[in-house]
């Protein structure tokens, strides 16, 4: 078992935030774990298919409650990033009401923010990111390949509004915001056919569109927790250069990271 001497940042998730570690595909996690190395750990709590529905009672399990959380380390940021699995039309089992998208999100921050909750976690900051826009020219050749050929499950109006509604919801409890929907939007020039340049199936993120992502998160955390970007953290461990040959054991102890 690892010993508690390092904070972390969790992303939470579906298949999109599950596949930021994917080897060859410039993933965000593993991009942001080698940008906070010795910093903070970065932990993937992404589960392919999950909407939000599903999403709640995982994360009831692996969240540590008030009474875990003084003897592990601290979850500095987390950052939660649904809505394109809700979002999916009304006949697939994956789909999840707006109103009800919506309900699911401020519940998953309260349980954080919330001095009422079991889970509050007051040194724990938050991001909400928005579903990416989908692009259904790919999406349904995808789907028509398949064996047998699956309907089309997703429409790009109905994403953009599970989008707002995320932007919504950040608004309104006052937490982070990674607007990725329309950043990719802007990037592909608003041209539906040209999110190719962005998704590889018309649903998740390929190399370049990681990088969209990992850009907005620095940018988000840059502008709303200015605190936790990576250029304002010292190690954990000094680097070393710092070790006294002569006094190793004292000038290789952990140094606390402050927290605002």
Not at 174 to 183: A, H, L, Q
Not at 230 to 252: C, K, T
Request: hydrophobic content about 40%; charged content about 20%; overall charge negative.
């Amino acid at each position: 078992m690892s010993a508690n001497v390092q904070n972390s940042i969790m992303l939470f998730g579906d298949s999109i935030t599950q596949g930021g570690w994917e080897p060859g595909m410039n993933g965000f996690g593993a991009n942001l774990a080698h940008r906070y190395a010795r910093k903070l750990d970065v932990i993937n709590r992404g589960f392919s298919g999950y909407n939000t529905e599903w999403g709640i009672p995982v994360f009831e399990q692996f969240f540590a409650t008030r009474e875990q959380q003084k003897d592990l380390q601290i979850v500095r940021l987390l950052i939660i990033w649904f809505g394109a699995n809700d979002s999916c039309l009304v006949q697939s089992p994956q789909h999840v009401p707006l109103a009800k998208f919506a309900t699911n999100l401020k519940y998953l921050v309260n349980l954080v923010q919330s001095p009422e909750s079991q889970y509050y976690s007051p040194n724990t900051r938050i991001i909400l990111a928005t579903p990416p826009p989908v692009n259904t020219y790919q999406r349904k050749a995808n789907l028509d390949a398949r064996d047998p050929p699956l309907l089309l499950d997703r429409d790009f109006e109905n994403t953009r509004d599970y989008a707002q509604t995320v932007k919504d919801v950040a608004h309104e409890e006052e937490v982070g915001i990674i607007d990725i929907w329309t950043k990719m939007w802007d990037a592909a020039g608003h041209d539906e056919q040209s999110l190719s340049d962005y998704l590889y199936d018309g649903l998740h993120l390929n190399g370049a569109g990681y990088q969209l992502m990992y850009d907005a998160v620095l940018e988000t955390i840059e502008k709303t927790y200015p605190e936790l970007h990576p250029d304002r953290l010292e190690m954990v461990f000094p680097g070393w250069g710092m070790i006294d040959p002569n006094n190793v054991v004292a000038s290789v102890q952990k140094r606390e990271q402050h927290l605002v």
